[in-house]
Structure formats: structure tokens, C-alpha cells
T-cell receptor, first 112, second 115 residues
């Protein structure tokens, strides 16, 4: 099993450009999440989807949108990238809303 | 809301020594405290967790202790090995209605085990 797969692994954007980070899980999990990881700040929740068809804001949702395309896939979109969105982004999934989180390997995004 | 502080930010130990990482939380309603290990270039992975109805939990060389009164919990690694070198994150979750896995993470501890 691949677990949680994120694409792309690396991306460089210019300020104002848009892009979508893709995430797919093959564990039949109901819940999916997007986190960002910044030095000295740990992991912060951007958006989550408790189940297919639902999404909700986390701690730091501003500047992002998400789509739960189906049970397997959960994408994160930056409509107009800003340098403050330079970060490592992690997608995660869990069987239930309170189960163990399984993380992907991360997507490193640089906004110039 | 919940706030989690983690110390130290970096920790260097000799192989075979013990390592201790400490976290404090602010919300007394928090009842679940996992620890995640992140190896270089990988995503975090759960290594142990504890719920508020127990004070200690062990899994081979790893143990976690919880002091609800003081609102702090700690990760203990005994007989450290080079493969224990990684970043460790603590987290806390409060059981509010409708809340999903809204874990609040600490800022991480970079553990280096010197051979």
C-alpha cells in the first residue's frame, strides 16, 4: 500500500501565481487533512474534511481553498500565492475523526 | 484555545543514554496526547499516545507520562540508538463537540543520537 501520496514534492511559484497540491490515500479513510509545517512553529492545521462531501477550516485557512473530490482525494489550492505561504505542506488521513493520523511525505513550496 | 509548548528544541545524547522531551498544554479539557516522530524527508508517524485516564504508558524503549494536575506530559526514550535521531512532536486534543482530529502540535524537538 502506498498510504498517503502527495504531488508535487517540490514547487517554486512567483507571487500571485496559483497552484493546487494533490493528495490521495488508499486506506479507505473517511477523514483527510492539510497541515503546514514551518520552522519553530510545528504543524498547523489548514483545512480538514471529516468525511466525503464536507470540509471545514482549521487554524490557518486564510489564502487557501480545498476540495474533497471523492473519498480518496483531497486537494489544496492557493489562488494567489504569497511569500508567507512558503512552507512544507503535509496531507494526512485518519479512519475516523479521532483516529491516528497517517501523513504523506510532504510538498515543499517556495513562493518568490 | 489549546496551546502546546515543547522543550527542548534540540537535544543531543550519546548512544545508550536516555532522552526526555517535555510538553505543557493549556486546556485542562484536553484528553488525548500523541507523540509523532518525523525522520528526515518523511511525514510524521505516530509512535505512542496516552489518554487522560492513565498516567503512564510504555512500549519497549519508549514511554510517555502524563501529569494532568500540572498539565504536562513527557516522552522518555531509553537506551537510545542512532535510528532514534529525528524530530519529535507532541500534540494535544480537546474533546469539543463536533471536533475532529484538531490536534494542536508542539514546535518539535530535534533529537540527535551520537554514536
Amino acid at each position: 500500500n502506498a498510504g498517503v501520496t502527495q504531488t508535487p514534492k517540490f514547487q517554486v511559484l512567483k507571487t500571485g501565481q496559483s497552484m493546487t497540491l494533490q493528495c490521495a490515500q488508499d486506506m479507505n479513510h473517511n477523514s483527510m487533512y492539510w497541515y503546514r509545517q514551518d520552522p519553530g512553529m510545528g504543524l498547523r492545521l489548514i483545512y480538514y474534511s471529516a468525511s466525503e462531501g464536507t470540509t471545514d477550516k482549521g487554524e490557518v485557512p486564510n489564502g487557501y481553498n480545498v476540495s474533497r473530490l471523492n473519498k480518496r482525494e483531497f486537494s489544496l489550492r492557493l489562488e494567489s500565492a504569497a511569500p508567507s505561504q512558503t512552507s512544507v505542506y503535509f496531507c494526512a488521513s485518519s479512519e475516523g475523526q479521532t483516529g491516528e493520523l497517517f501523513f504523506g511525505e510532504g510538498s515543499r513550496l517556495t513562493v518568490l | 484555545g489549546e496551546n502546546v509548548e515543547q522543550h527542548p528544541s534540540t537535544l543531543s545524547v550519546q548512544e545508550g543514554d536516555s532522552a526526555v522531551i517535555k510538553c505543557t498544554y493549556s486546556d485542562s479539557a484536553s484528553n488525548y496526547f500523541p507523540w509523532y516522530k518525523q525522520e528526515l524527508g518523511k511525514g510524521p508517524q505516530l509512535i505512542i499516545d496516552i489518554r487522560s485516564n492513565v498516567g503512564e504508558k510504555k512500549d519497549q524503549r519508549i514511554a510517555v507520562t502524563l501529569n494532568k494536575t500540572a498539565k504536562h506530559f513527557s516522552l522518555h526514550i531509553t537506551e537510545t540508538q542512532p535510528e532514534d535521531s529525528a524530530v519529535y512532536f507532541c500534540a494535544a486534543r480537546a474533546p469539543y463537540g463536533g471536533a475532529t482530529n484538531k490536534l494542536i502540535f508542539g514546535t518539535g524537538t530535534l533529537l540527535a543520537v551520537q554514536p
